[in-house]
């Protein structure tokens, strides 16, 4: 997968759409322990907790509006037809529902739903329960189709190759916390990509970033998008 203009985003783009974010003050991590809602350990010991989880913030995502830094987005793609890919670290929605096309979800979605037992995966409905039955092989273990701690993100291949040819890597709204999506500014970097932060405060990252700009993404992301 190639495109001129490869783009991070994390929480940070969807926070003023009213989504929390996770390390901020406040976060979601000082709601939840991460270990017991984000790990396959913690869904193995407790999997109506996890569901509840992902069912209050697909519910909250279902709820939420795109903002200007992901209406902002979808307009570049639409003037640079073929040279824009989103890589986004979000489960919501929000850049499909402004507009986005060339989107990739490397933690997976809320919209989808996977079997923990065989794998078949479908559309998720707005509620799971544990005892959900696996509508592939009926086995009660269904679990959300998301990247928990531990486990290997999706679209890696992909991603890897973008980083490789990108003119421009911009993150948007991510503390740079998590691997191996906080490596790909050193990835782009190591290609000749001019690399640039939007986000509301300097990153851990910040300084493998040739440039950045502080402040609200949907102030920030308009600004260098026009
Ligand atoms: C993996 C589930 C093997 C979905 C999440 C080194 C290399 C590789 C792996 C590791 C490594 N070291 C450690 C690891 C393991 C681990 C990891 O990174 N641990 C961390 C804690 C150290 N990584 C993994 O387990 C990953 N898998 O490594 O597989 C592998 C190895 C090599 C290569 C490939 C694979 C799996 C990680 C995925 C875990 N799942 N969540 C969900 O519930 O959402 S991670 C969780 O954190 C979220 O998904 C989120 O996407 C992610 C990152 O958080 P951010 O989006 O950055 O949010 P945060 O709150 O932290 O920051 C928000 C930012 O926005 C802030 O900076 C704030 O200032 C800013 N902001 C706020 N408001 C605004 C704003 N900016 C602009 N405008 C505003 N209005």
């Known amino acids: 997968m190639s495109a001129r203009i490869v783009i991070l985003t994390g929480a940070g783009i969807s926070a003023e759409s009213g989504l929390g974010t996770f390390r901020d003050e406040g976060g979601i991590w000082s709601q ?94 707005p509620v799971m329960h544990a005892e959900d039955a696996c509508p592939g092989c009926g086995a009660p273990a269904t679990r959300p189709d998301i990247v928990w701690f531990g486990e290997f993100p999706y679209h890696m291949d992909d991603i890897w190759e973008a980083l490789r040819g990108a003119e421009v890597f911009v993150s948007i709204g991510t503390s740079g916390s998590v691997y191996p999506a906080a490596a790909f500014v050193q990835d782009a970097a190591r290609a000749g990509a001019l690399t640039l932060e939007l986000n509301l405060e300097p990153s851990e990252t910040r300084s493998y970033f040739t440039e950045a700009r502080h402040g609200k993404a949907s102030e920030i992301v308009p600004a260098w998008v026009d």
């Not at 350990?41 to 996890?50: I, K, N, Q, T, W």
């Not at 670290?89 to 507009?99: F, M, Y």
Request: with cysteine; net charge negative.
């Open 32 to 125: 939840y322990d991460l270990a017991e809602v984000a790990t396959p350990e913690g869904f193995a010991a407790d999997p109506a907790l996890v569901h509840t989880f992902y069912n209050a913030r697909r519910k909250n995502a279902a709820e939420a509006i795109p903002n200007a830094a992901h209406a902002a987005l979808a307009r570049l793609e639409a003037e640079r037809p073929g040279e824009v890919l989103i890589v986004t670290q979000n489960i919501d929605d929000l850049h499909e529902r402004a507009g986005s096309r060339t989107v990739l979800h490397m933690h997976g979605t809320l919209r989808a739903a996977t079997c923990a037992a065989c794998g078949h995966g479908w559309d998720a409905p």
